[in-house]
T-cell receptor, first 113, second 113 residues
Framework: QKEVEQNSGPLSVPEGAIASLNCTYS??????FFWYRQYSGKSPELIMF????GDKEDGRFTAQLNKASQYVSLLIRDSQPSDSATYLC?????????????FGQGTELSVKP | DVKVTQSSRYLVKRTGEKVFLECVQDMDHENMFWYRQDPGLGLRLIYFSYDVKMKEKGDIPEGYSVSREKKERFSLILESASTNQTSMYLCASNSGEGVDTQYFGPGTRLTVL
């Protein structure tokens, strides 16, 4: 089992819809969870992080964390074509100290006009 | 804003050449990381450093070495470049405190002919 798993996609949604991206992790003691967006040919950029159970909202983005079920999700409301990118989930686990993160493979999102 | 810079955006080298990739961060971060990213394989950690002159192997250190003589600078060295080292190389840094978000540089697209 991979430490951090994401559906590779591509996930295709129409413009204006809600895009839902999911990520599961294996280390129950994981502490911090991050969502990065990566446009083709560019480097990952942080969208948001979450470390407490529940929802965290930032504009059109909502991160949801459920530690009991070991999953974290990212919702994008009112999806725009400019949201088309690969979304990387990253986790700081209990055994990866020194600031290391474990990254998922990424989910490719395509928002169709 | 955190700024992580990499010495080149694109680099073309020949097999057997010694290659230096430089990364500089301006936020006094303790930790620095080198990843490579390949289609279908995601982000893979090559080496990381948690202090000046300190380094630890990541998941795929073979064929690479690193140097961190100053806190702000972390160099990745390919002692004898090979075609299978053609990839996107990404540098990142974080503070080692709190939530520990990793911030990425723009990446270097290395082609080894």
């Amino acid at each position: 089992q991979k430490e951090v798993e994401q559906n590779s996609g591509p996930l295709s949604v129409p413009e204006g819809a809600i895009a839902s991206l999911n990520c599961t992790y294996s280390d129950r003691g994981s502490q911090s969870f991050f969502w990065y967006r990566q446009y083709s040919g560019k480097s990952p950029e942080l969208i948001m992080f979450i470390y407490s159970n529940g929802d965290k909202e930032d504009g059109r983005f909502t991160a949801q964390l459920n530690k009991a079920s070991q999953y974290v999700s990212l919702l994008i409301r009112d999806s725009q074509p400019s949201d088309s990118a690969t979304y990387l989930c990253a986790v700081r686990t209990t055994y990866n100290q020194g600031g290391k993160l474990i990254f998922g493979q990424g989910t490719e999102l395509s928002v169709k006009p | 804003d955190v700024k992580v810079t990499q010495s080149s955006r694109y680099l073309v080298k020949r097999t057997g050449e010694k290659v230096f990739l430089e990364c500089v961060q301006d936020m006094d971060h303790e930790n620095m990381f080198w990843y490579r990213q390949d289609p279908g394989l995601g982000l893979r950690l090559i080496y990381f450093s948690y202090d000046v002159k300190m380094k630890e192997k990541g998941d795929i250190p073979e064929g690479y070495s690193v140097s961190r003589e100053k806190k702000e600078r972390f160099s990745l060295i390919l002692e004898s470049a090979s075609t299978n080292q053609t990839s996107m190389y990404l540098c990142a840094s974080n503070s080692g405190e709190g939530v520990d978000t990793q911030y990425f540089g723009p990446g270097t697209r290395l082609t080894v002919l």
